[in-house]
């Protein structure tokens, strides 16, 4: 299996833009997640997905964030519009067992927002 | 406020010798605990996780101890290789908060050679 694939790997773009984050999950697993890791705030769960619906999306910073799973091998997270303190490297992973909880992270996105 | 604390940032070790990873967490609800490591531009992979059933979990040259009544766990790697070098993390979950992990905020390993 080719793992967790997040696209685009680097993105910078201007503030007032919208970025779109893509990610492919493991093909069987039946959990997504949307991380964002900043040096201030370490890795921090943003919102979980479980049969592509959402479950918990306590940790969305704002409306300006908004993630969407129409089937079980692509899920998209966007932000709308963006702002600088939208730098950071964001995370997707996936998993299938919810008793111990494995999750299997992507590559990550580096976002940069001038 | 940070439930899973991992309070040394970096540490650096000889190759060859142990390598200790301390990590305390707040929530008594927590009921699974992992430890994840990361190479620059990677994801976090997992390496080796415990339920709170238990005390030790053992794969290799890794072991997780758990100490529950102190809120406190610890990862050995003995002995430590230069591919270790990494950053690790350590995670939480408990049953109750569904599927969500609590990370710390990693410790930077060096293993020199």
């Known amino acids: 299996d080719a793992g967790v694939i997040q696209s685009p790997r680097h993105e910078v773009t201007e503030m007032g833009q919208e970025v779109t984050l893509r990610c492919k999950p493991i093909?069987?697993?039946?959990?997504l997640f949307w991380y964002r890791q900043t040096m201030m705030r370490g890795l921090e769960l943003l919102i979980y997905?479980?049969?592509?619906?959402?479950?918990?999306d306590s940790g969305m910073p704002e409306d300006r964030f908004s993630a969407k799973m129409p089937n079980a091998s692509f899920s998209t997270l966007k932000i709308q519009p963006s702002e600088p303190r939208d730098s950071a490297v964001y995370f997707c992973?996936?998993?299938?067992?919810?008793?111990?909880?494995?999750?299997?992270f992507g590559a990550g996105t580096r976002l940069s927002v001038l | 406020d940070q439930q899973v604390k991992q309070n040394s940032p970096s540490l650096s070790v000889q190759e060859g010798r142990i390598s200790i990873l301390n990590c305390d967490y707040t929530?008594?609800?927590?009921?699974?605990f992992l430890w994840y490591k990361k190479y620059p531009a990677e994801g976090p992979t997992f390496l080796i996780s415990?339920?709170?059933?238990?005390d030790k979990n053992e794969d290799g040259r890794f072991t997780v101890f758990l100490n529950k009544s102190a809120k406190h766990l610890s990862l050995h790697i003995v002995p430590s290789q230069p591919g270790d070098s990494a950053v690790y993390f350590c995670?939480?979950?408990?049953?109750?908060?569904?599927?969500?992990?609590?990370f710390g905020g990693g410790t930077r390993v060096l293993v020199k050679p």
């Open positions: 992973a996936s998993s299938r067992d919810r008793a111990k909880n494995i999750q299997y």
């Open positions: 093909s069987g697993h039946d959990y």
């Open positions: 997905f479980n049969n592509n619906v959402p479950i918990d």
């Open positions: 929530n008594s609800m927590f009921d699974y």
């Open positions: 415990i339920s709170s059933i238990k």
């Open positions: 995670a939480a979950s408990a049953k109750a908060a569904g599927n969500k992990l609590t």
